[in-house]
């Protein structure tokens, strides 16, 4: 239950499209979704994040769409640049503010120029 | 302002030993949580303190500890290393409070050999 699923595990994009990552959660206590970035040799940087009172959170091209029913919250990229090319984990918090983060397994974007 | 800083950034140690890992969280941020990252499990909760306090505890064995200091420097310990420790151990600062984002360190790349 207190698992996160993400997918795909990878996936190649064409520069100017749209990238689509998508995770699904068990545990309905869970009150705070993030989303990393994060590029090779480096920690994973803090991208975006939402709360499940909200269905949609955008921040310049990247968007979180959240479906409370579904258990599920998605990540999309506007316009995919080669500089997004990097590995994207989705993560879950709760309930409260525990410190505690668990992780989607990962997924590989490629962007293609 | 900085940003999270860890030492050392790479680590070669024998199966065994021990080894201790340390976290500078960012000025004014209280909470720092540890994860370890490897190819196989992601990224796993070891632990996160607050005010010098351990709050909350991931399913490791008692071989990996941690503490932190009344400046909110964090230090992990990793006793008697086995081969399967080889990972980048992650530690991420937050305020906490109303504040859920957690920011990552570099990470230390450690190798159990």
């Known amino acids: 239950q207190q698992q996160v699923k993400q997918s795909p595990q990878s996936l190649i994009v064409q520069k100017g499209g749209i990238s689509i990552i998508n995770c699904a959660y068990e545990?309905?206590?869970?009150?705070?979704f993030p989303w990393y970035q994060q590029f090779p040799g480096k920690g994973p940087a803090l991208l975006i994040a939402i709360r499940p009172d909200v269905s949609e959170k955008k921040e310049g091209r990247f968007t979180i769409s959240f479906n409370k029913s579904a258990k599920q919250f998605s990540l999309h990229i506007m316009d995919s640049q080669p500089g997004d090319s990097a590995t994207y984990f989705c993560?879950?918090?709760?309930?409260?503010?525990?410190?505690?983060?668990?992780f989607g397994q990962g997924t590989t974007l490629q962007v293609k120029p | 302002k900085a940003g999270v800083t860890q030492t050392p950034r790479y680590l070669i140690k024998t199966r065994g030993q021990q080894v201790t890992l340390s976290c500078s969280p960012i000025?004014?941020?209280?909470?720092v949580s540890w994860y370890q990252q490897t190819p196989g499990q992601g990224l796993q909760f070891l632990f996160e303190?607050?005010?010098?306090?351990?709050?909350n505890k991931g399913n490791f064995p008692g071989r990996f500890s941690g503490r932190q200091f009344s400046n909110s420097r964090s230090e992990m310990n990793v006793s008697t290393l086995e081969l399967g420790d080889s990972a980048l151990y992650l530690c991420?600062?937050?305020?906490?409070?109303?504040?859920?984002?957690?920011?990552f360190g570099p990470g230390t790349r450690l190798t159990v050999t």
């Open positions: 303190y607050f005010s010098e306090t351990q709050r």
């Open positions: 991420a600062s937050s305020l906490q409070g109303s504040s859920y984002e957690q920011y």
């Open positions: 545990n309905t206590a869970f009150d705070y």
């Open positions: 993560a879950a918090s709760g309930p409260g503010n525990t410190g505690k983060l668990i």
């Open positions: 000025s004014g941020h209280r909470s």
